[in-house]
């Protein structure tokens, strides 16, 4: 078991059934949350985007250049989590886009109770005004943040080049959970092994008509059709 969450069952013989109970009981408590969360945030005007990834994928990155492409139209909170430091959140204050830090202190995913926490500083940042977009960039990891709805209305996994293309078939709770998969840092694909059709096929085995955008928050390159996908969630 997750030694600061719980989130994943390993225990043995007669401390199953007391395991599964405390598990049960934390996901319900989470869930119950995470409803609030999703009222709370649709009474702030926005539409929410839970990003799950592994560490280094780029959600920091692709955040930033989309920051750069939206803000001018669209009101756009954040809402970062990592186990310590404020780093990721000053690269977006950088932005000039108000930016909330949740430091878990060891603990491998955000949860919906921190959120609701997050969104009550964003909405003071927002003084009486709208958001259009909260970004919640989950910690970075593939395995716990997949069990804990947040109360986003849309959940990204990201899968960088680097990576390998045989992630989704590791961890095909995480990208079972996904409305949309994007394969990051592809600017990087004639220095990594890596195989799209090998990605693409091991995602759309999971969840078939997946979409799937591979894109660089580098050069820019597939990046007009995740503004899009951004766009067309505003207009739902």
């Not at 649709?42 to 955040?63: C, D, F, Y």
Request: charged share 25%.
């Amino acid at each position: 078991m997750c030694d600061t969450c719980g989130c994943q069952l390993h225990e043995h013989h007669h401390h199953d059934a007391k395991v599964v109970e405390v598990n049960q009981s934390l996901l319900a408590a989470n869930q119950k949350q995470a409803n609030s969360n999703r009222h709370h945030i649709e009474e702030m005007g926005a539409v929410a985007i839970n990003m799950i990834s592994s560490p280094g994928s780029g959600k920091t990155t692709l955040l930033e250049r989309t920051i750069d492409a939206l803000k001018d139209t669209v009101k756009i909170g954040v809402i970062e989590g990592d186990i310590e430091t404020e780093r990721d959140a000053d690269r977006i204050r950088a932005k000039g886009v108000p930016a909330v830090q949740l430091t878990t202190g060891g603990a491998c995913h955000l949860d919906a109770p921190m959120v609701h926490g997050g969104l009550h500083v964003l909405e003071h940042f927002a003084k009486g005004s709208k958001y259009d977009l909260i970004f919640i960039e989950n910690v970075g990891n593939l395995v716990c943040p997949a069990t804990f709805d947040l109360g986003e209305h849309q959940r990204v996994v990201l899968l960088s080049v680097p990576e390998g293309s045989d992630k989704p078939a590791k961890y095909p709770a995480t990208f079972r959970s996904a409305d949309l998969v994007l394969i990051t840092k592809t600017d990087l694909l004639p220095y990594f092994d890596f195989s799209m059709d090998e990605a693409k096929k091991e995602t759309l085995t999971l969840k078939p008509e997946l979409p799937i955008f591979p894109l660089s928050a580098t050069t820019g390159d597939g990046f007009d059709q995740w503004i899009a996908y951004l766009r067309s969630l505003l207009h739902n």
